[in-house]
T-cell receptor
Framework: DADVTQTPRNRITKTGKRIMLECSQTKGHDRMYWYRQDPGLGLRLIYYSFDVKDINKGEISDGYSVSRQAQAKFSLSLESAIPNQTALYFC??????????????FGPGTRLTVL | GNSVTQMEGPVTLSEEAFLTINCTYTATGYPSLFWYVQYPGEGLQLLLKATKADDKGSNKGFEATYRKETTSFHLEKGSVQVSDSAVYFCALSVRETSGSRLTFGEGTQLTVNP
């Protein structure tokens, strides 16, 4: 089984709808991240959480919110989806006790299309 | 701030050709450097890393050397295979007060033809 899972894998929705993307991990890592990937722009950080009580905005948090329900679960919500939020979304985890600064483990991605 | 610049793609090579993907960076502190690879339909996975100047990261025939004087971390492979077709991301991480975060380059699409 995959260590970092994302649901759904694909989603098509309409402008104005509320959407939740979910991420679960079995790696026992304390840190979790949400990124979006757009062609030619690489990955951009939306939100990150260093533990259950810690939530931080990334570089492109406007229009998004997150919830860290447990150490293993980190959800991303689009309160009112708009077409320019069409992208590939990745969840990632890392371990603060690891000696490898910056190594993150990624889920398979959720492809979101907003019509 | 922190930033990573990669050579523009896409890159198309024939099997057994030599590969170089350029990566340069700017960082406010002393970064660790990474190459991540994304195979079609999958998430990113760590390919190799280097944590201090002159370190060489290597994995699966790929290599990259941390060059502090030129702020570069170019990815190389002597003989690419069709299975190396993927998107390659250069990234850096700098230790901050509250923890570390990755900053990614734009990604370079590599296609290897038989």
């Amino acid at each position: 089984d995959a260590d970092v899972t994302q649901t759904p894998r694909n989603r098509i929705t309409k402008t104005g709808k509320r959407i939740m993307l979910e991420c679960s991990q079995t790696k026992g890592h304390d840190r979790m991240y949400w990124y979006r990937q757009d062609p030619g722009l690489g990955l951009r950080l939306i939100y990150y959480s260093f533990d259950v009580k810690d939530i931080n905005k990334g570089e492109i948090s406007d229009g998004y919110s997150v919830s860290r329900q447990a150490q293993a679960k980190f959800s991303l919500s689009l309160e009112s989806a708009i077409p320019n939020q069409t992208a590939l979304y990745f969840c990632a985890t890392s371990d603060s006790t690891s000696g490898v600064l910056g190594e993150q483990f990624f889920g398979p991605g959720t492809r979101l299309t907003v019509l | 701030g922190n930033s990573v610049t990669q050579m523009e793609g896409p890159v198309t090579l024939s099997e057994e050709a030599f590969l170089t993907i350029n990566c340069t960076y700017t960082a406010t502190g002393y970064p660790s450097l990474f190459w991540y690879v994304q195979y079609p339909g999958e998430g990113l996975q760590l390919l190799l890393k280097a944590t201090k100047a002159d370190d060489k990261g290597s994995n699966k025939g790929f290599e990259a050397t941390y060059r502090k004087e030129t702020t570069s971390f170019h990815l190389e492979k002597g003989s690419v295979q069709v299975s190396d077709s993927a998107v390659y991301f250069c990234a850096l991480s700098v230790r901050e007060t509250s923890g570390s975060r990755l900053t990614f380059g734009e990604g370079t699409q590599l296609t290897v033809n038989p």
